[in-house]
């Protein structure tokens, strides 16, 4: 049906010359295969719930700044990332970025999942300068879930010496 | 309609343009089908069947490319440029020579080409389209516009055939080439703005009709007059030239604009001060396609003995335009947004009463001194015929894109909540659609919408990080205006494309949304203005 709509539309536009130089599909020659591929099929979008103990929920950007990520681990006994979801409010780096990063931290311990670089993920996704700040963005991401996985579980501790105090 | 009859022959003496063609005969169903046969040589042609008719953008344009230099017997240029719509795509040779020998210079161009086969879809779109497999629906007519090709026809002997310049006095190839170029200036862009053709200069486009406007009439007058007013929402051509004229010395008043996006007219009076030299407010605006009252503004401006300029580069040939009606001072016009040539434009620079400035560009004192430099023929001709075209079907073409952005806006807006468009919904120019889909990202959008040739106000389309300027103009949300998409829509624009941009845009929307934090959280009924948001 594309095919169709675009032979159609092929009538009296696309007369002399087979390229397109219009800026939109520079802006997405500029995109690299990986970054279109993590946005096409992203992985690990979704949610986690959120009150569970076990889970950490980091919330970064602001609508304003027209990047907001915001990335779930779910940690087991162990202090190993069982699962990992995302969510994305921003462009296609921005998204590759999360989705990477939730790639990234599966299967890691909480230790080596602050290790992760934003410059890590930028050689991945070789992104362009511009579009630096949204691995910066993903690396905030994760160290936000994991820091509020460890206020959940530093509470989770109080909670546990209260009561064995009050018994 | 234009009907051309079988068997009408028309030989050409000398270089004339005929438009019938032998041996052919069709009926085209709408006016803007035309087949042109352009021969610069008394040669008689077999003409094959052309295209089929009933398809609604269906039309067919054979020309011949001319004879060489004089005193060369053969033709120097044997093959014809045949371009024909859809996958028909023939050759029509030489008489006398065979049919395959589609030769000489344009060969390797464009004959021999085969109907295309139906391509797999690839995965990355990127290496589509550089197979040039793959090209997306253009909806984005406000960057730029398709050649009409009446107008390529109307140009191209002036790029091959009738090359003089026409500031040349002395011999023919001049004469014609300054007939050409006067016609242009007087049937075609004068009577479309009902100016007088000795008030249109010429230029390479309506960012320099717009600098000369600027720059120039505030330097002419810059003993008595340091003051300029213009508005926030102009185009950078604009606010850069008042941004110059500022460290010139000059006082600009930066106008705000409406939620709505047009100009408060009781603002604009208390601004105009008895030192203002002029009032810039652009026609339609073109990133939300907003008409400004040009009417109410000239009268104004009048009242006020202050010059008004316009830039209606988005205007000019879409909305009807009288310059006496709304005592327009000056005028951009741009070729490549009417369908004509890039590379051209024109400034109207009224004479009575006289708008006197300062030329930008010095030389051998071509158009009237203001604007020195060679008139490229081609293009002044180019710009003549797309205004002709323009005068002609604006009406049509007003009607039809009107119902089309209708189509596309309803559609989109009965599936999808929480979308909202940008720009007063009454006084706008219906081929330019700005609409903002909350919690969702514009490049996101636009990635998303790969087959589809769009242009969002996200910041992350433009170097910076900051969302576009007209939209903040007009009180958007910072978010809401990250969120926003232009469609273009215009004369080539088709029902299917539309219906298919609007379904993928429904589709898409949706599928981003559900990967949105910021429509979860919605969801949820949380309010969104209450969060303490983490800034960089």
Redesign the interface.
Known sequence: ????????????????G???F????N???L?H?KV?DH?EN?RN?G?LNKNAKNVGTG????????????LQIEVDENGKIVDAKF?????????ASSSLATEWVKGKSIDEALKIKNTDIAKELCLPP??L?CS??AE?AIK?ALSDYRLKQQDKKEEDMTAAESC | MLKVTAGSDVAVSGRSVITAARGSAYETKTSRSVALLIRLRTVRLPVTASAAPGASLCFSVVLCVPGGLPGQTGSRFSGFLSVFSGSQRRCLPRAGAPRAACSGRWSGFMCGWEPRREPPHPANPRDAVEAGELRPLYMDFQATTPMDPRVLDAMLPYQVNFYGNPHSRTHAYGWESEGAMERARKQQVADLIAADPREIIFTSGATESNNMAIKGVARFYRAKKRHVITTQTEHKCVLDSCRVLEAEGFDVTYLPVQKNGLVDLELLERSIRPDTSLVSVMAVNNEIGVKQPIKEIGRLCRSKGVFFHTDAAQAVGKIPLNVTASNIDLMSISGHKIYGPKGVGALYVRRRPRVRLEPLQNGGGQERGLRSGTVPTPLAVGLGAACLIAQQEMQYDHHRVSMLANRLVQKIMLELPDVVMNGDPEQRYPGCVNLSFAYVEGESLLMALKDVALSSGSACTSASLEPSYVLRAIGADEDLAHSSIRFGIGRFTTEEEVDYTAEKCIQQVTRLREMSPLWEMVQEGINLKSINWTQH
């Open positions: 049906m594309a095919m169709a709509s675009l032979r159609k539309c092929a009538s009296p536009l696309v007369l002399f087979r390229r397109l219009t800026p939109e599909v802006a997405l020659c995109y295969k279109v946005y992203p979008v949610s919330l970064v950007g602001a609508p304003a700044c027209g990047d907001v990520m915001k969510k994305t409010f921003g462009c296609g780096s921005a998204i511009v579009k700040h910066m963005l905030d936000a």
